[in-house]
């Protein structure tokens, strides 16, 4: 186990449990991550990043066991995408959830590196990348939902401002929504969105009909409402920006304290 | 006379509005924020007292403070008298009459506009009384004042400027939401306390409980009814976009109780039945390590 500095009980209960702990300042997630490839005397040469609310199954313990082989040599590869599944008030969000969201957690020490990007991380491999097919599971809302709500509250902060500033100085080209570079192409979705109204029906549609959320049952469509929720929080606050709302409430209240309206 | 905590952003502007009326008199919560030497700059008398609770703290000061006139008018720190309310006030404090208390209509500014619709709207609060004839009722929350004597509406109506950005407005419905959550799971966990119905109509205050927590959170859509009765049976679409988010806002944050309770009351299952296996693991074979846990 990798400790960033928890003050609660991570710790002593890691020990308690039998886990060796080993502790670095948080700096960013590759930047962790790397550390503990360099830091942590690992005995064997594959390694699994495994995060606090996700969790292994029997098959996926199978699969990498008959990948690598009994010590490690049998994979030429360098690492492993490993399909993740999201769960939700107890169900696996098959649709809504974006299956397979592979992250790349299994790897040769000596074949990988994390590099930061954006407020995570992307993999610098030296050799080829393959496939799991057994997904691990990923226990996104364990915290609670406040915990998750507070979250999108801040992200919908950093998204209205960010609406602002491109809307501001538009420097994308239409062109890039149909590019081949999937990062180009996604920026440029991202920068249209942001003159379009409706943003919560249209996020609410796309995962609840294109990709399927209604086949999660109820799970899947609280999941949904609550995405669209906070593209509703990010609409409002472009308009609270963009009107200068803040502004109006003292002019208005001034104005009517001061004369008769 | 101004109860106050912590509120250096406004302070100096009541102040200087409530000078409309008279004397003025800050009751200040011990704030840390330098208040009390705004409010004193701007030209109020100002007395410290430690909180206990709303009503406990209000008192305090109507019994307390050095007041020199008849009538007293309680003003929060958010909150403005117009002109109008001035002219009616002084007209109404002349004319002999036997009314001890009067119910002052408070006006809603938020999102750079004012609301005066969606339920929130006429909003009546006893806030001009005749010292000595009205107090506080003993409560710790929702408080409201009994007056003795007779009372009367005013027409004019007073200003609740409300300067939260979206993002505050939205954290502070996490934070509610998370705290009903509990109540109701708590509600559902705990001795199910669904009072008799013959009780429930003899006590109005017990009708609108039950209403409130037995009835309401049982309801289905009710992050849809919320925003129907807001926004169409009280009319919120009159008051423009405002209206609008409002009641959007509202229903959002019945959806956050709702579905914070269902995940609460899921993860407390789960957590139960893992403690029951845990156990009966133990009555099967209790392993050594747990003797040298329990022996230390």
Redesign the interface.
Known sequence: MLDSGSTDRTVEIAHEMGATVHHNPFVSFGQQRNWAIDHIACRHQWHFHLDADERFTPALLKEIAHEIGPNGLRSQNSAYLVPSKMIF??KWLRYAGGYPAYQMRLFHRERCRFIDFGHGQREDTTGPVARLRQPYEHYN?SK???DW??KH?RY??QESAQAIAVRAEPKFKIGEVWSNDPIVRRRALKEMSFYVRGRSLWRFVDMYIRRGGWLDGSAGF?YC??IS?YE??TE??I??RE????????L???R?????I | MIPTLNEAGHISETVANAMLLGNVYVLDSLSKDGTQGLARAAGATVVEHKFENYSAQKNWGIDKLPFTGDWIFILDADERITPALRDEILARLAEPSPIAGYFVNRLLIIFGQTVRHGGLYPSWNLRLFKRGAARYEARTVHEHMVCTGPTDYLHAEMLHIRRETVSQYILKHIRYADLESDEWVKLKLGSSQVAEAKLLFKDVLRYRQWLRRDVWPRLPLRPFWRFVYMYILRLGFMDGRGGWHMARLMASYEYMISLMYRDKLHNEMVRRRAIHAVRLAQRVSPSPGDAVRRGT
């Open positions: 008030l107890g809302f609670g939902l406040y709500f507070i509250n919908s902060d609280h409402v609550m929720s509703y929080w409002l606050k308009r609270e009107g200068n709302w803040l502004t109006q409430t003292n208005l209240s001034e009517m304290a001061r004369e008769n």
